[in-house]
């Protein structure tokens, strides 16, 4: 069964700093890992994806994700945080083997103090 | 603009009464999917279409149902049957194997 866990709720970080948002995943065999992001009252937007190749993924507003294999981890990471990166993040995996929809976490909740 | 866009963007059903939520995409994609969200839980899979004139039961279909009659249009009812269904709900779209590309969502309150 695929899983995807989200271990913060609630993330809190220093405009200017870098930010960090965890997730590790669980597949039975290869995966493809997601970053949305969604403001409120919002759809949720696409910001990165692995699907193979490059263990560092460049996406959307600079952020990006490493995709860690041993540890089952695709953390997604910004170098210098601003204001408006406060919102809501999701990753979300699909077993390539599986069908065509995503497995979402709970979500964690940055918030970038100014 | 090619994209998904989902109807009413708010609405207020009393209790007992089924309430129909559009979604329509014109990005010509074959797979389009409902969830719903609720604080805290994440997205859950309601149902899902992969090709017109079929669909599959998610994690969550009791209370709910859906058609998809065009490639385009993907609507949801949320039926009496649905023992809590207010919620934030999310039509998405994908074409095979790629990211999802989500509506603005649709905000069901129950009265």
């Known amino acids: 069964a695929q899983s995807v866990a989200q271990p913060e709720d609630q993330v809190n970080v220093a405009e200017g700093n870098p930010l960090t948002v965890k997730c590790t995943y669980s597949?039975?065999?290869?995966?493809?890992l997601f970053w949305y992001v969604q403001y409120p009252n919002r759809g949720l937007q696409f910001l990165l994806k692995?699907?193979?190749?490059?263990?560092l993924v460049k996406g959307s507003y600079g952020f990006e994700a490493e995709f860690n294999k041993s540890q089952t981890s695709f953390h997604l990471k910004k170098p210098s945080a601003l204001v408006s990166d406060s919102a809501l993040y999701f990753c979300?995996?699909?077993?390539?083997?599986?069908?065509?929809?995503?497995?979402f976490g709970t979500g964690t909740r940055l918030t970038v103090i100014p | 603009d090619g994209g998904i866009t989902q109807s009413p963007k708010y609405l207020f059903r009393k209790e007992g009464q089924n309430v129909t939520l559009s979604c329509e995409q014109n990005l010509n994609h074959d797979a389009m999917y409902w969830y719903r969200q609720d604080p805290g839980q994440g997205l859950r899979l309601i149902y899902y279409?992969?090709?017109?004139?079929?669909?599959q039961k998610g994690d969550i279909a009791e209370g709910y149902s859906v058609s998809r009659e065009k490639k385009e249009s993907f609507p949801l009812t949320v039926t009496s049957a649905q023992k809590n269904p207010t919620a934030f709900y999310l039509c998405?779209?994908?074409?095979?194997?790629?990211?999802?590309?989500f509506g603005e969502g649709s905000r069901l309150t129950v009265l």
């Open positions: 979300a995996v699909r077993d390539r083997a599986g069908a065509n929809n995503l497995f």
């Open positions: 692995y699907i193979t190749g490059d263990n």
């Open positions: 998405a779209s994908n074409p095979e194997a790629g990211e999802l590309f």
């Open positions: 597949v039975s065999g290869n995966p493809y």
């Open positions: 279409s992969q090709i017109v004139n079929d669909f």
